[in-house]
């Protein structure tokens, strides 16, 4: 039996403020080609597909597409979704019986504690001729709602109730379960000691420290899951140095910090009920928004490396390709520049800009840099301040001096006041219509 084992694809996700359709289109078409090149009897999908909860015509047509399509393909596949962080769980469950009838098995939430009925979590997988050859019991993201917090004020309630409830959705399976017949489990969550990607995933609102130990699936008692299918993590790894708890990661890549990185996904094999070996399959490279960056290497203390100065950035991009019109314009590479400067001018921006503008690749991220100015306040001297004492221009003045040297010119105060002062409108509003509204 083999299981594809992909998470976080995140449709809709713009890239540096880019639209990424072409992309996700092109990673499902590969996606689409793996599946049955492989004969895969199952794909999991371990949440976060969407990137916002409200996603996208666009990007909500593509996931429909798709499913239809790997239907159409392969009648005997079973797909598996599953909630994450990003995805509305409602909108994911709303279409679960439509979606039945294309062998896919959707659980965006849990149900609710108070209905003893989680019969929706387990999914057996038959084969063609109808026998059993696995469970797939599926765990949605989990919101502090769906936890059985027996004593809420205490140290790890939510660890402890995140436990219990993968503790119970497995347990639930042991009248179903026969000998030999392997358990697959599917969570989105997040590990202790995970391997975060830079820029990239989004800390969980409410318990955003409530990393999970991994004895969450090593300690259970009565039924052990043979594979864990996991997602939320964007870089691929196996959990606690357990082959058999993995994150795939995402499939694409969410920032420049990820230009290198492998995507893919799992390809888990199961060989007479055991689990017999978990291959990668890579996203390949042409799949992928290409980056580039100038400097080439992070500027790094211990390797001597300096920062480029305005000028020589300069002499870097002019060294850039022109322009080729005849390629589409995602698979024009994206640019990060970082330019060293010793005081803040307004020229460097449209000067990038400028040189950019007959260039082949498409600048999407630049920074600049200024000397470190020496400490000038010792922090253990006066009393202390709250942020919350001191006026927003004061902080904006403050920092503004901290970074670059000198007071902010008086046109960049003038729009932060105007920008604050929108913002303080924006909430009273808000605050307003919430309050009317109750
Ligand atoms: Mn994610």
Redesign the pocket.
């Known amino acids: 039996m083999k299981v594809i084992h992909t998470?976080?694809w995140?449709l809709g996700h713009r890239l540096y403020g880019l639209n990424r359709h072409e992309e996700q289109t092109g990673f499902l078409n590969w996606l689409a080609e793996q599946i049955k090149t492989q004969h895969a009897d199952v794909l999991l999908i371990a949440?976060?597909i969407f990137d916002t909860h409200n996603p996208s015509a666009e990007a909500t047509r593509l996931y429909y597409n798709f499913l239809t399509k790997l239907h159409q393909q392969n009648p005997h596949l079973h797909t598996v979704v599953i909630g994450?962080?990003?995805d509305s769980a409602a909108r994911l469950d709303a279409p679960r019986e439509v979606l039945k009838a294309l062998n896919v098995h959707v659980i965006g939430a849990l149900p609710k504690p108070s209905s003893s009925d989680w019969s929706e979590l387990y999914c057996p997988i038959h084969n063609a001729q109808g026998e059993l050859q696995a469970w797939v019991v599926s765990v949605p993201y989990l919101r502090a709602s769906d936890l059985p917090l027996t004593s809420p004020n205490e140290d790890h309630a939510i660890i402890n109730g995140v436990k219990e409830v993968y503790r119970l959705a497995l347990d639930g399976l042991k009248d179903k379960l026969t000998d030999n017949i392997p358990v697959i489990l599917t969570g989105h969550c997040e590990m202790q000691k995970g391997l975060l990607s830079l820029e990239s995933?989004?800390s969980f609102s409410g318990y955003a420290k409530q990393s999970l130990p991994s004895d969450v699936f090593t300690a259970l008692k009565q039924i052990k899951p043979d594979y864990v299918a996991l997602?939320?993590l964007?870089l691929t790894q196996a959990v606690s140095d357990c082959e058999w708890i993995r994150y795939s990661g995402?499939p694409l890549p969410f920032s420049i910090a990820e230009k290198d990185y492998p995507h893919q996904v799992l390809l888990v094999e199961f060989n007479q009920g055991q689990l017999s070996s978990i291959e990668p399959l890579l996203v390949p490279q042409e799949l992928k928004t290409q980056m580039i960056k100038i400097p080439e290497k992070e500027s790094k203390v211990e390797d001597n490396a300096l920062p480029l100065s305005f000028d020589e950035v300069i002499a870097e991009l002019n060294k850039l390709p022109e322009l080729d019109e005849t390629v589409v314009e995602w698979k024009r590479p994206l640019l990060q520049v970082n330019v060293h400067s010793e005081h803040p001018d307004p020229n460097i921006k449209l000067r990038v800009i400028k040189v950019l503008k007959k260039k082949h690749p498409r600048l999407a991220k630049l920074t600049i840099t200024y000397p470190k100015k020496e400490q000038q306040i010792s922090e253990d001297t006066g009393p202390k301040t709250f942020l919350s004492d001191i006026e927003p221009n004061e902080v904006f003045k403050a920092r503004w001096k901290s970074k670059r040297g000198v007071e902010p010119p008086s046109e960049q105060l003038a729009l932060f006041t105007q920008l604050k002062d929108q913002a303080k409108l924006n909430i009273e509003q808000q605050e307003s219509l919430s309050s009317s509204s109750k």
């Open positions: 998470s976080d995140h949440g976060d994450g962080n990003h995933e989004r997602g939320h964007h995402a």
